[in-house]
């Protein structure tokens, strides 16, 4: 069956499952799914990008993610005059001090000739340069998480719309990209994977502990959002009317049309960046990148600088990502850094590209809402299905028991098994790449 046909009918599937949610469950539930596999497929594109274009194995999608989070809060919330007061200007002495480190250390570098000197050289600068900063920074630190931690205890944002978050998360994973890349993009495949997981690691151990950052894990809630509050929408007299006409009640009507708008949003985004990467994809760039990714050596040997093009796949999909985690953030409404799971933000996401089909948009876009809507699904289908199979056995069973309290697993088994169907009879994915001769 060719993709032409293979795709539409996929996406019909889809269609008519969220169709059946809708009417089985509460169209609440079906909008839910559809916002989180508009998020997740944009994360998708972004791992995409970085595997199915160059063969980049990036497992730190977790850590971009959570970066395109924290911006949602940096630049949303509200700022908190009193800590900016503690601890602002001991604040601004540490950026200053960490300025003149880098430039002391820029200096050596360039400066002082290679040997032992420019070693001696270079710890010196970093261990002055660490204990200045240390000087300033935490008392600046301390002072800002003691103003009342129950609430703020951190320096909060720039008050400015969260919508404006999304791009700005995206350059901000761009630029933890390119730091990144610049360490570990020399490294061979599975060191890159494991180089990229650590420093996810270490992303999330920051936004845990840095308290006067974002809180840490007494998380950041309330955030705005760009969409009509609920309450307001049912204090509407307009409103009301208009769904009165409809036959609905107000209640389910506004949580319903809230999750339209923020489903509209997200099919906005995800169209812009779907477009920007098929023609990307298709451009001469996006043919070069799939010559490096097939074969690096002969690429390399036809001039092209193969360290530079991996450095911009592999910040344009970090920054793809970083913008689906400040969408996640602003649905949410909140940030909580303990949420971001290797199980959710990476493992779920290479699924989604290997299921759905690595170097084909399309079908990382179908592999999202197929694997997230499994995801969903998967643990009350699981439930009912033990009930059922339970349901000769006495109320007092142990075994009833012991297998209803293992239906939340059912998922964890199902995603497991479409992933072994997926690689033995369809290895290309749903939606394999097109292979053009």
């Known amino acids: 069956m060719s993709n032409s046909v293979r795709g539409p009918l996929c996406f019909a599937v889809i269609a008519c499952l969220l ?32 595997w199915g274009y160059a063969g980049l194995f990036n497992v730190g999608v977790m850590g971009f993610a959570a970066l395109g989070g924290m911006s949602a809060v940096l630049i949303s919330s509200e700022p908190v005059a009193e800590a900016w007061k503690a601890g602002g200007l001991n604040l601004l002495w540490t950026a200053v001090a960490l300025v003149i480190a880098i430039a002391a250390l820029v200096f050596v570098q360039k400066k002082v000739p290679r040997g032992a000197l420019r070693m001696i050289a270079t710890a010196a600068v970093l261990l002055i340069g660490y204990g200045v900063i240390r000087i300033f920074f ?5 002072a800002i998480e003691e103003v009342d931690p129950a609430k703020t205890g951190f320096l909060g944002g720039l008050d400015l719309p969260i919508m404006l978050a999304w791009p700005i998360g995206g350059v901000v994973a761009a630029a933890a990209a390119w730091l990144i890349a610049k360490v570990a993009l020399g490294l061979r495949s599975d060191y890159l994977a494991i180089a990229t997981l650590g420093i996810s690691e270490i992303v999330l151990a920051v936004l845990k502990n840095e308290d006067w950052l974002t809180r840490g894990v007494k998380n950041v809630v309330g955030l705005d959002r760009p969409v009509p509050y609920e309450v307001d929408l049912q204090s509407s007299a307009q409103f009301e009317s208009f769904v009165a006409g409809l036959g609905m009640e107000t209640l389910d009507a506004s949580t319903i049309f809230v999750k339209l708008c923020y489903a509209a949003l997200f099919i906005a985004v995800l169209a812009v960046v779907m477009v920007l990467a098929q023609k990307a994809l298709n451009s001469p ?15 390399e040997a036809m001039g092209k600088d193969v360290t530079r093009r991996h450095t911009e796949i592999f910040v344009i999909g970090a920054a793809v990502i970083g913008i689906a985690g400040a969408m996640l953030t602003t649905l949410d409404g909140q940030f909580t850094p303990s949420s971001y799971q290797p199980l959710r933000f990476t493992f779920l996401i290479w699924v989604m ?38 349901s000769v056995l006495g109320e007092d069973s142990a075994l009833r028991e012991h297998l209803l309290m293992g239906a939340p697993y059912t998922r964890v088994c199902v995603m497991g098994l479409i992933l072994l169907i997926v690689l033995r009879f369809s290895p290309r994915g749903l939606i394999p790449e097109p292979v053009k001769r």
Not at 19 to 40: T, Y
Not at 359 to 388: Q, R
Request: glycine share 12%.
């Open 19 to 50: 169709m059946i949610v809708g009417f089985g469950q509460s169209w609440s539930v079906a909008l839910s799914i559809v916002n989180l596999c508009l998020i997740s497929a944009i994360m998708a594109l972004g791992l995409n990008m970085q």
């Open 353 to 390: 590209v290997i299921v759905g089909g690595s170097g084909n948009n399309w079908g990382s876009i179908l592999g999202a809402f197929v694997i997230w809507f499994v995801w969903i699904e998967a643990e009350p289908a699981g439930l009912w299905l033990m009930e059922t199979a339970t």
């Open 285 to 299: 760039w996006g043919r070069m990148m799939r010559a490096i990714r097939d074969n690096e050596v002969a690429a």
């Open 138 to 142: 935490d008392p600046a630190t301390d």
